[in-house]
């Protein structure tokens, strides 16, 4: 550390450092024949949610959820996380080509949507750009939450927008009944001639032991579209390869456990242009060169774009996890949960077969959450985070100065029943977060501030199994580093990006400079939600305004290229979001679904990039180890559009799967889906790349899965 620790970093690094020693304690002194079933999934019909961290049943939690199990991820065939869960109530993705796409929630995108590793940040650089991958593979993925709205204080008073949790099984929690357990899993699709597989593998060794490796690795091609000039959207490839092995001591009250993983990506980045190397601000203004030259051009820049070389981002990231928990340590306390990691990451982008920019970010995280007894009939949990990083940016695009970033959070979320039909709810968390650039040539200020949040929720079962939840919620972002200090040209997003730290001269201009203020959102939320008998539904409305609420602003365009300054605006997010489904009978159900936000300024005028409402329907059928799913849905065409952005035309989205479970079991699966069968053509307004780079057209996947 280059800088001093803070006060209670140091003390939460002691803290982590005891809880390791309890549950390693606790893991080794205690053998047995296999971990509690803490879930009680197989012995009660409840639903538990790994990103809650308490063991309640989710049906008592305000947060609206999702969840997509193994057999879903695996039928959906998507390459990337923000594509695996676009149609879930609520979420779409702000896709970037065929490598890359974040998760969009009720609008909001990161640093607003927190995505972990079963409770732990993955550390990568999505954060900066939507360029830039999620480092998660939904192939190895068991399952995926995700939590919509601001009752997500357990992971940042930031996450307005919610939080995406991936569940996997690198470090093993139980050992496995049979010697070895794991599925192997084969995929490819056709729009762009896809072949994928994974392989995981758990084995038992002794009564305390738990060993695990897993393996994918996907290769597609440029994807098709309908109506492309070319036969393929150039630019659009991807490959990627991981690996991971972990191992665990497990106890009768726990475990302790570590896993090293590796992550190649290589990737195109279509919708790249060179000839606006040169563009610069002149104040809030874009300068370009002559635009008369660059108009008698125009039909030179076309031909050298459709045969210029597509830049590549070659990624790797390695990542070590500690993961434990202990049950029952002492009397007070039903759990301690531990998470801690390390993450090495660095991308390059390679134009013309030459490195021009290489981002970097090494850093690490410490989480202790303690699951306590009631106390005065108030249940929950409590705990602390701490982390660390160092990003560097070096070569032609480094528009953001190598900084230090330390984090420390502190929160509880607690629960209370006053009988059986109501339910409390409350949660706080205090952080305090530094950023400060090294050697840096341009002098830019450190940043030091702090930040609390509180929520608090009533939930009402008025009726049995029918609940009516009032949540409210004040919320304090801090400003991340690129936010902060971006200055200089991101040819990805065809952008000259300004930080909110003040350059008069060449960088948005003195008009645009304004103090630096924390970003405050206020949520106000109602849902109403039946979770058992045949009909069931979930039905959410929300508001949330925002005091100087963070954002790109576009000052000015040329062609395709913005300059951008990023600006503190009052905003106003309010949305709705449903599902209803009907179970005809133990074979047949059908689906309603739909979600919508508006999100404008309070003195006038819309958000960019914001999706267009969107509703549909779903019909499921299962019997005799066959199932079949049919969706249909309509985008509507997005006309609240912010200044310089074009409405994006809606399209109409059918989609079908089939799945086969062979011999009669359920661990031999074969699947066949069709995506986009009506060969629509798909532009996301939720995308960068929106007027510029198509979805995929239509395309038939198929797969197979082993379950052993």
Same mark, same amino acid.
């Given at each position: 550390?280059?800088f001093?620790?803070?006060p209670?970093a140091s003390a ?8 390791f ?7 080794v002194?205690q053998?047995?024949a296999?971990q509690?079933d803490?879930s ?10 790994t990103a809650l961290a308490?063991?309640e049943d989710?049906?008592?939690?305000v ?9 879903h991820i695996?039928?959906?065939?998507s390459?990337? %996380?923000?594509e695996?869960?676009n ?14 796409s ?6 909001q995108?990161s640093p ?14 999505s ?5 830039h ?9 068991q399952k ?5 709205g601001p009752?997500?204080?357990?992971y ?7 939080v ?5 099984n690198?470090?093993?929690?139980a ?5 070895v357990e ?6 490819g699709?056709?729009?762009a001639?896809?072949?994928?597989g994974a ?5 038992? %060794?002794?009564n305390?032991f738990?060993?695990h490796?897993e ?9 098709e579209?309908?109506?492309w000039?070319e ?5 659009t490839f ?7 092995i972990?191992?665990?001591w ?6 302790l456990?570590l896993?090293?993983?590796y992550?190649?990506d290589?990737y195109?980045l279509?919708?790249h242009a060179h000839e ?5 601000p002149?104040?809030a203004?874009l300068?370009?060169?002559?635009h008369?030259?660059e108009?008698?051009?125009d039909h030179?820049h076309?031909?050298?774009h ?5 830049p ?5 990231s ?8 202990m049950?029952?340590?002492?009397a007070?306390v039903?759990?301690i ?9 660095e991308?390059?982008e ?13 850093? =690490?995280?410490?989480?202790i ?12 949990v409590v705990?602390?985070?701490?982390s660390s990083?160092?990003f ?16 420390l ?5 607690e629960?209370y029943e006053?009988n059986d039909q ?5 949660g706080a ?10 050697n840096?040539?341009r ?11 509180f ?5 009402w079962?008025?009726v049995p199994?029918t609940t009516?939840a009032?949540?409210f919620?004040?919320?304090e972002?801090?400003?991340?580093s690129?936010?902060?200090?971006a200055?200089?040209?991101?040819l990805?997003t ?7 730290v003040?350059?008069p %001269? ?6 645009n400079n304004a ?12 849902? %109403?939600r039946?979770?058992s ?7 959410n409305?929300f508001?949330?305004?925002?005091d100087?609420?963070? =954002?790109?602003r ?9 300059l951008?300054k ?8 309010t949305?709705?979001e449903?599902?209803?489904t009907?179970q ?5 159900a ?10 404008e ?12 409402s969107?509703v549909g329907g779903?019909l499921?059928?299962?019997?005799d ?7 249909y =849905? ?5 006309h609240d559009?912010a200044? =310089?952005?074009?409405e994006?035309?809606?399209?109409n989205?059918?989609?079908a799967?089939?799945s086969i479970?062979l011999?009669g079991e359920?661990?031999y699966?074969v699947?066949?889906?069709?995506s986009?069968?009506?060969?629509e053509?798909?532009w ?23 379950t052993?």
């Amino acid at each position: 550390m280059r800088f001093p620790p803070h006060p209670l970093a140091s003390a939460l690094k002691v803290i982590l450092s005891g809880g390791f020693l309890a549950v390693s304690a606790a893991a080794v002194a205690q053998p047995g024949a296999g971990q509690p079933d803490v879930s009680r999934e197989d012995a009660m019909p409840i639903i538990h949610v790994t990103a809650l961290a308490v063991d309640e049943d989710a049906n008592k939690i305000v947060a609206p959820y999702s969840i997509l199990d193994d057999k879903h991820i695996t039928q959906r065939g998507s390459s990337t %996380l923000g594509e695996l869960l676009n149609g879930l109530p609520g979420v779409h993705s702000d896709t970037f080509g065929g490598g890359a796409s974040r998760p969009v929630v009720r609008g909001q995108t990161s640093p607003r949507v927190k995505v972990l590793s079963d409770g732990a940040s993955l550390l990568d650089a999505s954060d900066i750009s939507p360029d830039h991958a999620v480092t998660a593979d939904p192939l190895l993925a068991q399952k995926v939450e995700v939590l919509r709205g601001p009752a997500t204080l357990l992971y940042g008073g930031g996450a307005i927008g919610g939080v995406v949790n991936l569940l996997d099984n690198k470090i093993p929690e139980a050992l496995p009944e049979q010697p070895v357990e794991g599925f192997v899993a084969l995929r490819g699709n056709s729009v762009a001639n896809e072949r994928a597989g994974a392989v995981s593998a758990t084995a038992r %060794l002794g009564n305390s032991f738990a060993i695990h490796v897993e393996g994918s690795s996907r290769d597609a091609d440029d994807y098709e579209v309908r109506n492309w000039e070319e036969d393929h959207v150039h630019g659009t490839f991807s490959e990627s390869n991981n690996a991971s092995i972990g191992a665990s001591w497990i106890g009768d009250s726990g475990f302790l456990g570590l896993a090293y993983s590796y992550r190649d990506d290589e990737y195109g980045l279509p919708g790249h242009a060179h000839e606006y190397e040169g563009c610069h601000p002149h104040g809030a203004s874009l300068h370009c060169g002559s635009h008369d030259e660059e108009e008698e051009d125009d039909h030179d820049h076309e031909h050298e774009h459709e045969h210029e070389e597509v830049p590549v981002i070659d990624l790797k990231s390695k990542r070590f996890d500690l993961r434990g928990e202990m049950q029952d340590p002492f009397a007070g306390v039903h759990k301690i949960r531990i998470r801690a990691s390390h993450t090495d990451y660095e991308h390059h982008e390679i134009e013309e077969d030459e490195i021009s920019t290489t981002f970097r970010n090494e850093g =690490y995280e410490g989480r202790i959450e303690v699951d306590h007894a009631p106390v005065l009939g108030w249940h929950g949990v409590v705990g602390a985070q701490f982390s660390s990083t160092e990003f560097s940016a070096l070569g032609e695009e480094a528009f953001i100065p190598d900084t230090e970033s330390e984090t420390l959070g502190i929160f509880a979320v607690e629960h209370y029943e006053l009988n059986d039909q109501w339910h409390l709810e409350v949660g706080a968390r205090y952080e305090q977060q530094e950023h400060t650039p090294v050697n840096d040539p341009r002098n830019r200020p450190a940043f030091d501030d702090s930040a609390t949040s509180f929520s608090a929720a009533i939930i009402w079962e008025f009726v049995p199994e029918t609940t009516l939840a009032l949540s409210f919620a004040n919320a304090e972002r801090l400003p991340q580093s690129q936010e902060l200090y971006a200055r200089g040209i991101h040819l990805a997003t065809n952008t000259y990006e300004c930080g909110l730290v003040p350059h008069p %001269l060449t960088c948005g201009g003195v008009e645009n400079n304004a103090t630096i203020s924390k970003e405050v959102s206020n949520n106000i939320e109602l849902s %109403l939600r039946k979770h058992s008998g045949d009909l069931t539904y979930s039905v959410n409305a929300f508001r949330n305004d925002v005091d100087d609420y963070i =954002y790109a602003r576009t000052l000015d365009q040329y062609e395709d290229f913005r300059l951008i300054k990023y600006t503190q605006q009052d905003a106003e997010f309010t949305g709705v979001e449903g599902e209803v489904t009907y179970q005809f009978d133990e074979t047949v159900a059908a689906t309603l679904f739909g979600d919508y936000v508006r999100a404008e300024f309070v003195d006038g005028g819309n958000l960019p990039r914001i999706p267009a409402s969107r509703v549909g329907g779903r019909l499921n059928m299962e019997a005799d180890g066959i199932g079949a799913e049919l969706e249909y =849905y309509h985008v509507n065409t997005q006309h609240d559009i912010a200044d =310089y952005e074009a409405e994006t035309p809606g399209y109409n989205m059918l989609n079908a799967t089939v799945s086969i479970s062979l011999f009669g079991e359920e661990r031999y699966l074969v699947f066949v889906r069709g995506s986009n069968l009506l060969n629509e053509e798909v532009w996301n307004h939720s995308s960068f790349l929106a007027a510029v780079v198509p979805q995929p057209g239509r395309s038939l996947s198929a797969g197979f899965k082993y379950t052993f």
